[in-house]
């Protein structure tokens, strides 16, 4: 069963998400462009919930994640913030999250970009 909401789009079916990332971003997707939940519900269209990757990183990013047979709900423990997500909750340029990073913060490299766990920022971010 496909849990993405679809709406219309001049009169056309379109998925919710793709949609909300068009309007945000306004100007239409890449064919090549995907756009990733971070919290993995699928439903949850929420623009800070949404992040473009390409098809490579969105298969590399669900390959890394575990396998779940059953429904499973997501705890912040679970979810995936980026560079971005990081500079926004501690207020710091770019330089910074990557300078933290070099000094042993805690990520997920997917290609070139860099995925982080939010529980384990925190829990680094407290022992510096």
Not at 26 to 51: C, G, P, Q, S, T
Not at 87 to 111: A, D, H, Q, S
Request: hydrophobic content about 40%; some cysteine.
């Amino acid at each position: 069963m496909n849990a993405y909401k679809i709406i219309k789009v001049n009169d056309k079916p379109m998925s919710e998400h793709r949609y909300v990332m068009e309007q945000y971003l306004e100007r239409k997707l890449l064919f090549a462009e995907i756009v990733h939940h971070k919290n993995l519900i699928k439903n949850d269209n929420r623009i800070e919930n949404l992040i473009i990757m390409t098809r490579k990183e969105h298969t590399t990013l669900h390959n890394k994640l575990p396998k779940y047979k059953k429904p499973f709900v997501y705890s912040k423990m679970d979810m995936f913030i980026t560079v971005k997500d990081v500079m926004l909750k501690y207020n710091v340029e770019k330089y910074f999250v990557y300078k933290w990073i070099k000094k042993g913060m805690p990520c997920l490299r997917i290609g070139h970009l860099r995925r982080f766990k939010e529980m384990e920022i925190e829990k680094w971010m407290n022992e510096q």
